[in-house]
T-cell receptor, first 112, second 115 residues
Framework: GENVEQHPSTLSVQEGDSAVIKCTYS??????FPWYKQELGKRPQLIID?????GEKKDQRIAVTLNKTAKHFSLHITETQPEDSAVYFC???????????FGTGTRLKVLA | GAGVSQTPSNKVTEKGKYVELRCDPI?????LYWYRQSLGQGPEFLIY????????DSGLPNDRFFAVRPEGSVSTLKIQRTERGDSAVYLC?????????????FGPGTRLTVL
């Protein structure tokens, strides 16, 4: 089955700096790659997603890049702010199995 | 409109008891997922419904876990003979279920504590 690895597990950056979180997956049939932000005690919220026919997508300070050949995708947050502090999860979806497999999460701390 | 709701928000039970957790998806969403999230971990897939049928229940850890969605809307996750290791947050998510890759919308979760 699908295996998703996410790195790093924790990340501390200074306010205004950039943060990058990376995920790798194993099933080449996976075709949808969402990223979720989860604040303490809250539900996961979708922040950006990318589909397999696109290499990069940007939404203001957030971007996601996908390399299907290498089977990895990354979340980029620029000009980080304290309110970006949360746990971020990548996920991989396979439309053949209808299953989402999540990474283990990255705890991002933005230091003011 | 209303998002995904889950009840109860918290459930404390004793080892060996039976519990039911309820999920009310977004109206019109045919796809419904249950996940279990342990502390410091990502959501772990349990079961997926398309309409009334369980299309994939391969994530259910054992036969103490069962889920239903009799009318294709509300779903109930049932856990028999609860064990301390069942303690976790149980998340429900729904999506339109068009057959392609849809955005999932999560509920707030039910925190289950088995004493």
């Amino acid at each position: 089955g699908e295996n998703v690895e996410q790195h790093p597990s924790t990340l501390s950056v200074q306010e205004g700096d950039s943060a990058v979180i990376k995920c790798t997956y194993s099933d080449s049939a996976s075709n949808y790659f969402p990223w979720y932000k989860q604040e303490l005690g809250k539900r996961p919220q979708l922040i950006i997603d990318i589909r397999s026919n696109v290499g990069e997508k940007k939404d203001q300070r957030i971007a996601v890049t996908l390399n299907k050949t290498a089977k990895h995708f990354s979340l980029h947050i620029t000009e980080t702010q304290p309110e970006d502090s949360a746990v971020y999860f990548c996920a991989v979806y396979n439309s053949g199995t209808y299953k989402y497999i999540f990474g283990t999460g990255t705890r991002l701390k933005v230091l003011a | 409109g209303a998002g995904v709701s889950q009840t109860p928000s918290n459930k404390v039970t004793e080892k060996g008891k039976y519990v039911e957790l309820r999920c009310d998806p977004i109206s019109g969403h045919t796809a419904l997922y249950w996940y279990r999230q342990s502390l410091g971990q990502g959501p772990e897939f349990l079961i997926y419904f398309q309409g009334t049928g369980a299309a994939d229940d391969s994530g259910l850890p054992n036969d103490r876990f069962f889920a239903v969605r009799p009318e294709g809307s509300v779903s109930t996750l049932k856990i028999q003979r609860t064990e301390r290791g069942d303690s976790a947050v149980y998340l429900c998510a729904s999506s339109p279920g068009t057959g392609g890759a849809d955005e999932q919308f999560f509920g707030p979760g039910t925190r289950l504590t088995v004493l």
